[in-house]
């Protein structure tokens, strides 16, 4: 399904883009998702990564592809207690895969989808 990015006031396009291909596959019912997220934490979201070609560096060689692959996840640059709020807001709509990460000084967390198209079961982790 098409997405209508003008409906998502606080997103645009591009900052879905794969950062390797230029392509942009997300789905639309996770973008309905991610939008009420947005709404309800009241902060801005800086995503570090959308949507993934499988032929992104990151997915080669994995033996299967991740979330982002399918538009199905977003890493989001996030900071100190503002990720413990993130972590209770994706909760409560519905975000069952959650990973959080920390490179040099940039932390980022991991919201997935996948679990809801029975690609990826529930999970919680750091890496």
């Keep these: 399904m098409k997405i209508d990015w003008k ?3 606080n997103f645009t396009k591009v900052e879905f883009n ?3 291909s230029g392509k942009n596959e997300m789905r639309k019912e996770f973008m309905d998702v991610l939008q009420e997220i947005r709404t309800a934490y009241n902060k801005p979201m800086v995503i570090t990564s ?3 070609d499988k032929t992104h560096p990151v ?3 994995k033996g299967r592809h991740g979330e ?3 538009g199905l996840a977003v890493d989001i640059k996030i900071s100190g207690v503002d990720a413990m709020s993130l972590f209770v807001v994706a909760y409560r709509f519905g975000v ?3 990973g959080l990460s920390q490179k040099g000084s940039v932390r980022f967390m991991h919201l ?3 679990d809801k198209e029975g690609l990826f079961p529930m999970a919680l982790w750091t890496y």
């Design 96 to 98: 069952r895969r959650i």
């Design 18 to 20: 794969c950062r390797y």
């Design 7 to 9: 409906k998502y006031e």
């Design 50 to 52: 959308g949507f993934r």
């Design 68 to 70: 982002h692959t399918y």
């Design 112 to 114: 997935g989808w996948g």
């Design 59 to 61: 997915e080669v060689g």
